[in-house]
């Protein structure tokens, strides 16, 4: 079976920093604006044969685009850049070829209330910022990594992989494609282990990548990256409580990025509230940070369809450069560009609304 | 429910003009080319979730493409350029987002028994040429607009939205989305009303909007676009005939392009034959301008498939420079990038026949 | 009706040739990652209407891709570079406009067990190499080809054209869409005409096409190829066998590579053995080629899945520079940029094993 399926997301935002402020058109405020293509076929014997393309969009101007990370379209064209997997799921679990989302990327998503999305997005400030951050060739804290093979357990086959049941496990392995004797600057590996049960779910990660040289390590050709986060949630039934700890550093001095947040999503009417605080602090001299709250409301029309409006603000801390990135490869104010090089991005909002269906 | 749809439309042309000449592999000589996805969810009480995903194909070359302005996709990439939305339709009417055909461009479609589409496309001539029509960064002559918020009445729900029922309104506006403080440029606000009754189509478009500065606009840092549309089509039975009336202008001196049409599309067996007159003239000092006359033969094989063929001779006046512009962001001849720059194009005849058909 | 199809194809893959080597996750070692959308329509009278729109897929990145040749996507967006045609069909036979695989280059597929794909296949070599195979603009090589109008006869309607029934043709010719007066660069007219029946298939195809000038060419502004193919299979139960012989030629003096090569389908178990030798000699100075021997084994879980591995050693004589290619537009281990210019690659290995799903 072969199915179409996807999310179209839009709304109206404004965001303001630093004296610099947008208002514009937004995508991808409550969930990933997506098309995709995925199918499952019964093998027999308890094995199946699985395939899900997966591709982002930018539907405010009409483009396709990729997570932002090793972005497989440069230039505007549809690419299944969120996912392009081929597997195979047994009793044994599942083997995962393809590009897909990492294991030290899911405790950033499932356990924020904003699902990464929007400027209430915990990763706004928690997925590093700086040059240990989404800049650069570093693929650990990607959202999306490509050319990986993959082993989970506990997950149903071909599943999004957010949450498994009872014991769950996902390993990773990138390989770095390079010639013979070249630097394995892209390799990865990575491992997530969790538990879900009854009200519970708990996952921890960890995760080592090679990345660019910095000077500290020209003579071997590649820097290395590590990762580590500890997330938790608990139903109490009006309310999902949520909480992570960790930490991003790399082989330079003065990178290592640690954060961690308290969230819950409250039911409320036919639908919910989101809210959230997240911290973030560098080892750096002037120990720059930031951190990041967060509020919302979500009106669930139907089971696909919502109606959504949020609010964020942004505080950076001594000369903390964080700000809005947006998601899904897209739709953020790119405040950022137009400050200058090395200024503090000072305070910031951000606001939006849209409306949000999925199929 | 979720539509997969499209058209593929291919034929052979020949175009010379000026000296020059071209045979080709051509493709949405009838109509534009496109694959795209769309849905609509009912969500009780009168409401309804809408969206549309529509992509240009060049299916001679096997690529995507958007339709020229602001194109999506610069490297051949598949992409939404026609038209990315989402939607919220009820009894007070549509609230559409995202990047779709403006109000001002519609007229140019409706009243052209051409469609726009292959050499007799009454846009060759009639969206302004030059500096004032698809060159240049000018959202107003644009078919496609990104980062708009819509209103429509008067349509069905998620409708593309060429003539409503009774009285019909559109009203859109782009958000230029420069940061605080910068030019509006890409800025665009418009607006189209309507009746379609009986044999009755008549429609009025005007719009505004703001693009880079010329140099009498340097100061403020963008130049201001405007233009009317006036159009109507009365069916007589055996014939629908239409008319045309506009004008596209700018904050530039001498770069108002008056245009006007007469045209009908007969019917004629298993199909139609399109007819129509075409001129434009511009303010400048020169009174540049041209004439275009198209004929052609529709026969549909049927209600989805149909062979077509088609001629068309423009006529420059003075210095102009109007030419085969081809529709759907490619197809066509680019015979404009041969002549030197500023060299008056003469006259030019365009043939060509195909076979389109539509899912 | 329209069908949504396609294949992923993902895999483990090991190059090693000249003293350089790479391990990479491979896509396409079996069959071409692809996605495709594809309908017919009745038009009664023994008449329908077609059209294939058919995108290559590097789901190892996540990226569109073209198959390479006039690639209509270059930055890694979907595009349908594989395959986009309209066609009609009758008793007459087909007419087919569009993007297509050109007649010269069936013959490389149909009759090589690893059907052009993976470390084995024998387009490898046999496609020409250096300056008369994929590299430049040279038409005649491609294995697709934008722009042309086709006949068939003796195919299904909407085929994927690659064996016949009975007496079959293929006619095809590609516009070179130059502007008048400029020279006729990208041209192609080729054919194939084949019989299969019983245990039978056989096929003979010629093609000549204009290219970017050599020295030698420089007055007339192109040079020009020609190739032709003989391939043959015969079926006597337990194994399909098979068998080529054909050459590429420019009007370049030393540029004639003649190719031939042996191989056979062997079915065992619920899978089959394929088995090649390929061989290609060039007429210049120095008799450079290479010759190429592959094995592996499918293994099918269904008629849609299946598991392979690999396996296949290229050796180069004197100066030749032939390596493992990839195909699909991608998914090679590009070991030949690693190499200086005009260094002989010397002898290498190909090995790699993954799963292919298709729908």
Redesign the interface.
Known sequence: S?A?F?V?????ARY?QG???????D?SGLGPSS?G?R?T?D??GG?S???W?E?A????????S?SGN???????????????????AGRFGEVR???DTPPSWWNHVVFDPFFTAGPGSGANITSGGGANGFAGANPLSFS?I????QYQWGFAPNAQSAIGRGVYVQLMH??A?????APARGQYSGGRIGYAGGPLNVALSYARSKGPAYAADAARGYSTFESFNLGGSYDIGAARLMAHVGANDSSAPGTRHDHWGLAATINAGPGYIPLAYNAVRQNNATRDGASQIAAGYVYN??R??ALYASASYIRNRNNGTYTFLGGNGGGQ???QT?FGAGTPFGSGTGYGM????S?
Request: aromatic share 6%; net charge positive; charged share 15%.
């Open positions: 072969v179409l996807g179209v997301d839009a709304g109206v303001s004296g610099l402020g947008k208002t514009m058109l995508t098309l293509f199918g076929e093998l027999g094995l044969a699985h395939f393309l591709a969009l930018l539907n405010d101007v009409g483009a396709g990729s090793g972005n497989p379209s440069t230039n505007g064209g549809l690419a299944f850049g969120r996912r392009g997997t081929v597997s195979i070829l393809g590009r999306r490509s050319n990986t093979i990138a390989f494609e390079n010639a013979g004797g029309l139907s696909r369809t104010p790119g405040l137009a849209g409306i949000r269906t199929f």
